[in-house]
């Protein structure tokens, strides 16, 4: 496709479960970006890969938290043992290297109920 | 101190003005400086970069950048109702790779 796509849109999550959440950049963009975004905030800064290497991950909340990239495309944030804390919309955001010109996907909203 | 600050409004401008918003940044070495809007319910949208300080003109559009104060701005002339979104400053600074540090964004309403 012509932009970032993000799957699911919405996830609702039972506390204790694990969820995943997908990232397919744009084509030939190799910076990948994970944020969380809480209402009323800016998105924070999660972890960022160039191709399938995780160059910084500083941004991770807890250990629960891990993301892959594994081909250098499509990437997957996983979140084990949800907590209501975790409930926000994550966004992914793809750039061409050496810029900061992100593009952001739609999101996904995750809810911990 | 957060290190991208806005002011959160809402900033409240009628039909046809210009809309002004504002961003200051940390003392910390920077590189790049970018406006997104974001629409309630979507995701931020890239509408301005600007790399060295002076003014970038871009339609309605206009990036300020004043590295000296830690400073950049966005204008917006001939504003819309379909301009009424928030608008998100980002930064990259120098060695944290590329990823962006945002503030709280700014809500700008446009009135008819």
């Known amino acids: 496709g012509a932009g970032v796509s993000q799957s699911p849109r919405y996830k609702v999550a039972k506390r204790g479960q694990d969820v995943a959440l997908r990232c397919d950049p744009i084509s030939g963009h190799v910076s990948l970006f994970w944020y969380q975004q809480a209402l009323g905030q800016g998105p924070e800064f999660l972890t960022y890969f160039q191709n399938e290497a995780q160059l910084d991950k500083s941004g991770l909340p807890s250990d629960r938290f891990f993301a892959e990239r594994p081909e250098g495309s499509v990437s997957t944030l996983k979140i084990q043992r949800t907590q209501q804390e975790d409930s926000a919309v994550y966004l992914c955001?793809?750039?061409?290297?050496?810029?900061?010109?992100?593009?952001f996907g739609q999101g996904t909203r995750l809810t911990v109920v | 101190q957060k290190e991208v600050e806005q002011n959160s409004g809402p900033l409240s401008v009628p039909e046809g003005a210009i809309a002004s918003l504002n961003c200051t940044y940390s003392?910390?070495?920077?590189?790049?400086f970018f406006w997104y809007r974001q629409y309630s319910g979507k995701s931020p949208e890239l509408i301005m970069s600007?790399?060295?300080?002076g003014d970038k003109e871009d339609g309605r559009f206009t990036a300020q950048l004043n590295k000296a104060s830690q400073y950049v701005s966005l204008l917006i002339r001939d504003s819309q109702p379909s301009d009424s979104a928030t608008y998100l400053c980002?930064?990259?600074?120098?060695?944290?790779?590329?990823?962006?540090?945002f503030g709280t964004g700014t809500q700008l309403k446009v009135e008819l």
């Open positions: 600007i790399y060295s300080n």
């Open positions: 955001a793809s750039s061409f290297e050496g810029t900061g010109e992100a593009f």
């Open positions: 003392d910390r070495v920077s590189q790049s």
């Open positions: 980002a930064v990259v600074f120098t060695g944290g790779g590329n990823k962006l540090t």
